[in-house]
């Protein structure tokens, strides 16, 4: 499957346009990452728990995306947009959304 940010896959034509996709993941944090989170925050540096747990969130909410394409006989999405956002009411949990148009080259 091809994901793309552009609104066209060079060389190759859409065919169809099949409808918007989405794919979204919410995650929360744990209280031992946020305190070594806190710690690198102080000292400096990156925080390589939260990178993983951001990383493995956008590639599910992708991954959630290509499947929808997948269901409506896509086999690309382009227009590809992700979008990050913090919820709770502590700002404990983080959203991954991706969103694009499934279409069939």
Known sequence: MIVTTTAIV???PVQDYL???TGEVIVGANIVRDLFASITDLVGG????????????REE?????KARAAQLGGNAVVGV???????GKSG??????????????
């Open 10 to 12: 060079e060389g190759r």
């Open 19 to 21: 409808g918007i996709v």
């Open 46 to 57: 990156r925080s390589g728990k939260y990178e993983n747990v951001l990383a493995r969130a």
């Open 61 to 65: 909410a992708l991954g959630e995306m």
């Open 81 to 87: 947009d992700l979008d990050y956002e913090v919820l």
């Open 92 to 105: 404990s949990m983080l959203m991954v959304s991706a969103s694009g148009t499934a279409v069939r080259l």
